[in-house]
């Protein structure tokens, strides 16, 4: 399961998830799967949720894996909630400005 459908499992219960802090907050007790889920990918899902002033928020940035380009396309996303997201999945992602 990957974090966006932690989010969206998280809403679908009509749990509010909030960042306060770099902490992860909910306003009612979850399941105790979602919990888990909530838990074990906590890091990634403060960084998504966690407005960012640093850059613009865009719905696709450039990512360079081992010298192949592609576009990482999403919800509206920071550049570092980008980069979270690609080093989830490729530990050497880098963003290509």
């Known amino acids: 399961m990957n974090v ?21 907050d909910a ?6 799967s979602l919990m888990a889920e909530l838990s074990a ?3 990634l899902i403060v960084e998504i949720l ?4 640093e850059y613009p928020r865009r719905r696709a940035w450039t990512i360079s894996v081992s010298g192949y380009r592609f576009f ?3 919800p ?3 550049r570092t909630q ?5 080093r989830w999945r490729w530990k050497e992602a880098e963003i290509v400005d």
């Not at 966006?4 to 992860?24: H, N, P, Y």
């Not at 306003?27 to 105790?32: A, F, T």
């Not at 980008?82 to 690609?86: D, E, G, I, P, R």
Request: no cysteine; net charge negative.
């Open 72 to 74: 990482l396309i999403g």
């Open 76 to 78: 509206g996303m920071s």
């Open 27 to 32: 306003d009612d007790i979850p399941s105790p």
């Open 50 to 53: 966690k407005p960012s002033e």
């Open 4 to 24: 966006f459908e932690i989010i969206r499992w998280a809403r679908d219960e009509g749990i509010t998830l909030e960042v306060s802090a770099d902490r992860l």
């Open 82 to 86: 980008a980069l979270a997201l690609a």
């Open 41 to 43: 990918h906590e890091a």
